[in-house]
């Protein structure tokens, strides 16, 4: 007697319940696999931010502890970051070319980009200049000199005016490339700290804005002693003056990188600011 043998074969319940558990697993397993990424970009950008404040620390210690300065003008031919650049600013260290001047000891002009953010590519292929994804230097430490005058740290633009190089920030994450400033009627610039202006840029509907922090919510900073480390944005508003103790009249950042000139500098009282207590991120002892 010849027994026959039947294939057997998957019912609809039994195919609808696998593919159920795919979909259950890919909603877990996809969101676990997008932090593992931004993790490992936040540890390539911090990784940057590191030997971009080392080349900065470098820079100052070969010239007489002096900041290198963010403004100059002066026609140098095609610039070190990108010498593809054609446009009329690609052809000096103009504005904001702070990283023209660490350069030679990195060495590497991908490293002053984050991995995370979005490059502005007509400001880089045109102009050389890194906007968009880039690290800001702290003005207020370095100061600024510009066609006609001067804008002197209140700091005093050297390493011996630091209080405290471990504390002090020299170098951020941000979309612009020098950090928000606050500039007086002596013409000495002090930094831009006040917690309410960097709360409604961080968090404007009071979340993280994941253009402006955009490593879990924080981006990272470097030393002037030579570390970099990342911070939330809660921990770093925590390290910011209030208005009711640091006399700078607040003001609105503007977030775009390539917005009209002053759109990283804060204006509307000629006083020079005071404050109460020690906030040694912004050099205010």
Known sequence: MTRTSRKSAFTLIELLVVIAIIAILAAI?????????????????????????????????????????????????????????????????????????????????????????????AAWNGNGEIKGNGYAMHLAVSGRPFVGGENPSFLGGT???????ADTMVLMELRNQISFSYITNTSTVYPAALRESWAAYLMPSGIPDRNNAPHS???????ADGHAKYLNVKAFLAQCPTSAQYTMPACTFRTNAGAAAGFNIC??????????????????Y
Request: charged share 15%.
């Open 217 to 223: 919510e924080g981006f990272t900073l470097a030393y």
């Open 159 to 165: 390493l011996a005016g630091i209080q405290a190089p």
């Open 29 to 121: 397993l996809f969101p676990v696999f997008a932090q593992a990424r931004e993790k490992a970009r936040q540890t390539s950008c911090l990784s940057n931010m590191k030997q971009v404040g080392l080349g900065m620390l470098m820079y100052v210690q070969d010239y007489d502890e002096n900041y290198p300065r963010a403004d100059y003008t002066l026609p140098t031919g095609p610039g070190p970051l990108n010498p593809a650049a054609s446009t009329g600013f690609a052809l000096r260290i103009n504005h904001y070319k702070w990283q023209a001047w660490v350069y030679p000891y990195i060495k590497n002009s991908q490293v002053f980009f984050c991995p995370s953010r979005t490059r502005d590519e």
């Open 267 to 284: 204006s509307g009282s000629p006083a020079n600011p005071t404050w109460t207590g020690s906030w040694p991120m912004w050099g205010l």
